[in-house]
């Protein structure tokens, strides 16, 4: 009979804390991706959110010996991970207040400036990337706990109980946070959303 | 809508633009008056201390950092308002958290703090939640579920938000899923978060579709100490004995190791195509002496060889063992050859068309039935090269 998700990486848990840290390989190739992305859309540059997936790595690592087993790994990656990113963006935006004005143009990881209202455009691609672009400003202008719930929903699909586990919050708290996340990201992006009845 | 409800509704716009960062200094101090102007909401003035109490516990046993915060929250003095305001919500479909959080990043220090807190806590250590749970108090996180029969516009949709997520109750769904079909705005919302998801997870997917993350496991095994990505701790000395064990039966004589390696390049699955023994119908005679032998004789053989094997790789065509004499090309003649080809490899490939010149001769060959088969050019001397080079005339038969 097939091991469940849990049972793999709690063997591997075990085996690391046993002794043999390249075991830990087995748990970074399988999450590493997922950690990945949800760092991605924290903070956006494909390059910070990949030296970030390391570091959230290497924090867990380090700190396995407080993993419970009978948790869920991937749960308590990501709250490390998420932390790891919110702590990032908090040092980036002091840096950014004292030293660039983020309202005049959004760069992505290239280092092109976004033509975020150059829409029309009739090259598919083109288009694409701006839509996506738009995306990821309107995630932007969501505060880190509510891009964090955001992602874990809509990215990872986790459970309101898993998101709960994730963040350490309550379950309650998880609603509340994806419905507010929500209605900021369709104010945002409310000329890509079918029109609303309501409004 | 009361005076109360409208002040209530103006503390949530308030809120949204702090979280958000976007409150102006106007906005800020508007939002720290206005539980003031509530008479009702003079008795959570006191919430402060509690609060207080909330962060001391978050500190934990790291009571020092704890002072920061303290201080940071002493100094605000529109604490209590705010605080305040944050009870006032919780009777109404607001997230106390978020009130909570935005409060709270009002004053940076705090936000120093947190994040000094966060980085030393081995575990990570979220002070807004304990907060959260200490001005809750009796009120549960899940109050706006248990407040269903308060329903109002942004409760609604909130409880939209976990119906699309399937978070709601088996009965609150039902009952809601009843109410659905005739609730356009509703439906309206649903589909509204089903493309919010859509959207995002499109975004995001294409922005990390193509990263490269086989670094990833490179910098961490750097990280936590380990002394090489491949590096398996234990495997040393089992390493070690394997090699004094090769060592060891490497040490043969010469003949051995020859055995040796015929075995090791016998059991290699290489690729590898021949073909023997070839009788090659229909080539002209030479009938002088073989001592002088002209040019192009001399040059036949590895000339075929190399033509032989370079069609090879372009060509597998069904069929026997053939020779296609080109106009003006001898069909009578008899010549074998021994040569035997053996082939590194061969690729598939159609030929469709082939046309050569007059004087070529076209030789197709296979070693059996679906062999590989080989295609050789061969140009001709015409016949008085042949009867300068010794050779007889011969007539050429037309085909």
């Not at chain 1, 959004?106 to 672009?133: C, F, S, T, V, W």
């Not at chain 2, 003095?77 to 944050?86: H, Q, R, T, Y």
Request: glycine letters at 6%; proline letters at 5%.
């Amino acid at each position: 009979m097939d091991k469940t998700p849990r049972e793999v990486d709690a063997e591997l848990v075990q085996a690391i804390r046993d002794g043999d840290p390249s075991a830990y390989r087995g748990l970074v190739e399988r999450y590493q991706g997922r950690v990945y992305a949800l760092i991605c859309g924290m903070v956006r540059d494909k390059e910070e959110a990949r030296d970030l997936t390391q570091d959230a790595f290497i924090k867990a690592y380090k700190n396995l010996d407080r993993f419970r087993l009978e948790s869920s790994f991937y749960t308590w990656l990501y709250r490390i991970s998420m932390n790891v990113a919110i702590d990032h963006i908090r040092k980036m935006k002091k840096r950014q207040h004292e030293a660039f004005d983020e309202g005049i143009a959004a760069r992505d990881a290239d280092g092109a400036i976004a033509a975020a209202h150059d829409r029309g455009n009739p090259d598919k691609a083109l288009h694409r990337r701006q839509l996506n672009e738009q995306i990821f400003d309107a995630l932007d202008k969501l505060s880190p706990d509510h891009r964090q719930v955001i992602l874990l929903r809509e990215v990872e699909g986790l459970s309101y109980k898993e998101i709960a586990e994730t963040m350490d919050i309550a379950e309650g708290t998880v609603m509340s946070r994806l419905f507010y996340a929500r209605r900021k990201l369709r104010d945002v992006l409310k000329d890509l959303l079918p029109a609303s009845e309501a409004s | 809508m009361t005076a109360q409800q409208d002040t209530l509704a103006r503390l949530d716009q308030l809120l949204m633009r702090v979280l958000d960062g976007e409150a102006t200094v106007e906005e800020r101090r508007e939002l720290l008056s206005l539980p003031d102007s509530q008479v009702q909401l003079a008795e959570l003035r006191g919430l402060s201390g509690v609060l207080l109490d909330a962060v001391r516990a978050a500190a934990g046993d790291t009571p020092e950092l704890a002072d920061p915060v303290l201080q940071a929250l002493g100094r605000d003095e529109g604490w209590s308002a705010i605080s305040a305001a944050m009870r006032s919500v919780v009777a109404h479909p607001v997230d106390v958290a978020d009130g909570v959080m935005a409060a709270l990043a009002l004053a940076d220090p705090v936000d120093a703090a947190f994040s000094e807190l966060r980085a030393l806590a081995a575990e990570p250590v979220d002070v807004t939640d304990v907060v959260m749970a200490a001005i809750l108090g009796d009120a549960p996180a899940e109050a706006p579920v248990a407040a269903a029969d308060k329903l109002d516009q942004a409760t609604t949709e909130a409880w939209i938000s976990a119906l699309h997520d399937g978070e709601l109750p088996v009965e609150e769904r039902l009952r809601i899923a009843a109410e659905l079909p005739s609730d356009r705005a509703a439906l309206s919302e649903l589909t509204a978060y089903a493309e919010l998801g859509r959207l995002v997870k499109t975004a995001l997917k294409a922005r990390t579709r193509k990263a490269d993350l086989g670094p990833v496991w490179a910098a961490v095994a750097e990280g936590i100490g380990l002394e090489g990505p491949e590096h398996v701790p234990g495997w040393e000395p089992v390493g070690a004995a394997v090699r004094v064990a090769v060592a060891e039966r490497a040490a043969q004589t010469a003949g051995e190791q020859i055995e040796l390696a015929d075995a090791v390049m016998a059991a290699l699955p290489l690729p590898r195509a021949t073909v023997a023994e070839l009788n090659l119908d229909g080539e002209p005679q030479p009938q002088s002496d073989s001592a002088s032998v002209p040019w192009w004789q001399s040059m036949w053989a590895p000339a075929v060889l190399m033509a032989g094997a370079a069609l090879a790789l372009l060509l597998a065509l069904q069929g026997g063992t053939d020779v296609m004499p080109s106009p003006g090309a001898d069909p009578g003649g008899d010549r074998a050859s021994e040569e035997a080809f053996e082939l590194a490899s061969v690729n598939d490939a159609e030929l469709e068309e082939f046309e050569t010149a007059d004087g070529v001769m076209l030789h197709v060959l296979q070693a059996g039935d679906g062999g590989p088969m080989i295609l050789m050019l061969e140009e001709l001397p015409n016949d008085q090269q042949l009867e300068d080079e010794g050779w007889d005339a011969i007539e050429w038969e037309e085909i």
